[in-house]
């Protein structure tokens, strides 16, 4: 008996599909809300002021070299801007350490009430702080972020939260309603459901080979039914 | 005016005309998607410039930044090493400088300082050094004047190292360009690889939807008792094999 193709290969479709269609279902959604909604607004851009740039007076600092001995393991000392205060920071393989630029001492943890005024100075938006929580846990959105830091939450609609550092209360991350929904998006898109990042695991292997090839069957499918639907009618 | 009625019919048409103009594309994303699905993460690399190595500062005798000779305003200042050597890194508004933090001499990225910096990064013997005007595909995260050094090794890998700044950029391997390519077929920006935000891809996104959302609906509509007949026939031959 010869094979009937299109029997076979509408057969191969159906039952595929039947495997695979939530989830390619499921790969259109996300897809459609990761292109829809821009990237910029996802990474909370507008969530955050531009850092304020300005001419600085190299006279009236301690020399870096002073701060090389007081963190003897840094492996970079910048100047940068603490509340208004000039500050040199240190990055070493325990994470970041500020000095006082003027006189080289230490600047010690932030305490809550600065995290809150840097945290307001950071945010762009109007609305006030909900709550300002030290973190020792990473939570799922900080994902490889190792703790401790400052989570800040903030009253609006799509509850805007910054995370900064406890030593220097620089902004280390921005999430927001729309970031958290790309996140689940991506998490579904790429079949991850613990981690939200491998992008090898078996399961998504095996799900997208079998889409291609249920999407061939249909394409074949396609061409062969277009011409011939008279036919097949008669 | 005829009217449309929502039989199963109507939704096979839909399913077969959206799938007559875009099923190129969904079969694109079906094939880009598996490849990136196969390409090893870890070879693809490429996300972070951080897994360069940090090296401690040597306590050293550094010239006061005070004495730097300046042309202007600076809006920034770092002390840091260039591969092993301790300079300040300037901002103002005209760019960044180097200097070197011992002597106060300029430093230029100069080709031996971005093999010197390279070689930190990958210890493969360095077949070519280019100095890139612009930035090309490889390296189109990053900003200014760089430059490329290709390693002899197995990825075939190129550093990309900063002229300006002489700071490591990015790494790239055979694994990530083939892993572009198929990005590219993904985010159908041909040009640039860059935005999935354009007005082409949400279009077509759109469109597939409704390849999706047909083809999801017609599953219950295509099975028959007939496609399940082995399954119940299997099942018979079950019972009367626990009955026998």
């Not at chain 2, 070519?128 to 004047?145: I, S």
């Amino acid at each position: 008996m010869a094979i009937r193709w299109p029997l076979v290969i509408r057969r191969t479709h159906k039952w595929l599909a039947l495997i695979v269609g939530v989830q390619v279902l499921l790969w259109t959604l996300t897809g459609f809300y990761m292109v829809a909604v821009h990237i910029d607004i996802i990474h909370g851009d507008d969530l955050v002021r531009p850092p304020v740039v300005a001419p600085i007076d190299l006279a009236s600092f301690v020399p870096p070299a002073r701060i090389v001995q007081s963190a003897p393991d840094a492996s970079e000392i910048r100047l940068q801007r603490f509340m208004d205060q000039p500050v040199w920071r240190a990055q070493t393989p325990g994470g970041p350490r500020l000095f006082d630029a003027g006189s080289g001492q230490p600047i010690p943890d932030l305490s809550e009430a600065q995290i809150r005024a840097a945290a307001r100075r950071i945010y762009s938006g109007t609305g006030d702080i909900v709550a300002a929580r030290l973190l020792t846990t990473a939570p799922l959105e900080m994902q490889a972020r190792k703790p401790p830091y400052w989570q800040v939450e903030f009253d609006a609609w799509n509850r805007p939260t910054l995370y900064l550092s406890p030593q220097t209360g620089e902004l280390i991350s921005r999430r927001h309603a729309l970031w958290r929904v790309f996140d689940f998006a991506w998490m579904l898109h790429i079949m991850d459901y613990d981690d939200r990042s491998d992008v090898n695991n078996p399961l998504l292997r095996v799900a997208t080979w079998s889409a291609l090839a249920m999407a061939l069957a249909g394409a074949w499918l396609l061409l062969w039914s277009f011409p011939r639907r008279r036919k097949k009618k008669a | 005016m005829k009217k449309i009625r929502f039989t199963p019919l109507f939704f096979r048409r839909i399913h077969k005309w959206v799938g007559l103009i875009l099923g190129v594309q969904f079969l694109l994303w079906a094939l880009s998607g598996s490849m990136m699905a196969l390409l090893d993460q870890e070879k693809v690399g490429g996300h972070s410039a951080q897994a360069s190595h940090q090296h401690a500062l040597p306590a050293g005798d550094y010239i006061a930044p005070a004495k730097l000779a300046l042309d202007g305003p600076v809006l920034g200042i770092a002390l840091r090493s260039l591969a092993t050597r301790p300079v300040y890194e300037l901002r103002s508004t005209t760019g960044t400088r180097l200097i070197d933090a011992t002597s106060g001499a300029p430093v230029r990225v100069d080709e031996q300082v971005a093999r010197d910096v390279a070689t930190m990064v990958n210890e493969a013997p360095i077949r070519k050094a280019t100095l890139l005007a612009e930035p090309n595909v490889e390296a189109r995260e990053h900003e200014g004047t760089m430059w490329r050094l290709d390693f002899a090794d197995a990825e075939n890998s190129s550093a990309y190292i900063s002229a300006d700044t002489g700071r490591f950029l990015v790494m790239r391997g055979d694994t990530w360009r083939t892993w572009d390519f198929f990005w590219m077929l993904h985010n159908m920006d041909y040009v640039n690889r860059t935005s999935f935000n354009h007005p082409l891809i949400v279009f077509v996104a759109f469109g597939t939807l409704w390849l999706s959302g047909t083809g999801f609906y017609l599953l219950f509509k295509s099975f028959s008792r007939a496609d399940v007949r082995w399954l119940r026939r299997r099942r018979k031959s079950a019972v009367k094999l626990g009955a026998g």
